[in-house]
C-alpha cells in the first residue's frame, strides 16, 4: 500500500541551515554555498523547475540551477581516491544521503571546505593573559544533498544542481 503521494513544502526554502553541501558523484565534485544565495538564485525565477518521479510516481519538485548561478558556490574535488565508487545509483535515497553526509564531515575534518568564521578579538585583559586573544564561534548548520548526476557538465554531471522544494514518501523511504 502506498503511503504519501501528496507533495509537501520541503527543501531549500524550508530547512534551516546556513550551507548547503551538494555531493555530485558522476561529476566526481562536490559543490557548497550558502543556502541564502541558492535561495535567492531559485526566487528569480531565471531556473526551469523539474518533477522527479520514482516509479511513475512523482516525488519532489526542485529547481535546475547551474553552479556558477549560485553567489559564492565553492567546487571541490576530494582528496580522497575513489570516493565516488561508494555511490552507486540504485541505492536508497537514505543510503546515498548518509554516504554524502559521511564524506562531507570528513572533509570538514580534513579542512577542506573553507567555512566562514567569524573571529572576535579579545579586548578584555584577563583573557589575553590567560591566552586567549581571539575567539571563534562557529555554530554552522550545514545540509547535505547527494546529487548524484548534479555538477558541471565539463565533469560528467548534468551542468545543474537540484535544489528541491517539495516532496512525498509514497514508498515510506527512511
Known sequence: MLGNTKLV????????????????????????????????????????????????IKTAEGYLVPPDDIPGCMMIIPPIPGWHTYFNGNDTTSRKG????????KLIEMGELRLKL?????????????GTDILIRADIKIQVKCDFNGGSKEFGGTGNLFLQIAE???FRQT
Open 9 to 56: 513544502d520541503y527543501g531549500i526554502q524550508t530547512e534551516n541551515s546556513d550551507i548547503r553541501v551538494h555531493v555530485c558523484p558522476t561529476a566526481r565534485r562536490i559543490y557548497y554555498y550558502n543556502t541564502s544565495d541558492g535561495l535567492d538564485a531559485i526566487q528569480t525565477n531565471k531556473y526551469r523547475k523539474v518533477p522527479v518521479y520514482t516509479n511513475g
Open 118 to 130: 567569524n573571529p572576535v578579538e579579545i579586548n578584555d585583559l584577563d583573557m589575553q593573559i590567560s
Open 168 to 170: 512525498c514518501n509514497p
Open 98 to 105: 548518509e554516504l554524502a553526509t559521511r564524506l562531507t564531515k
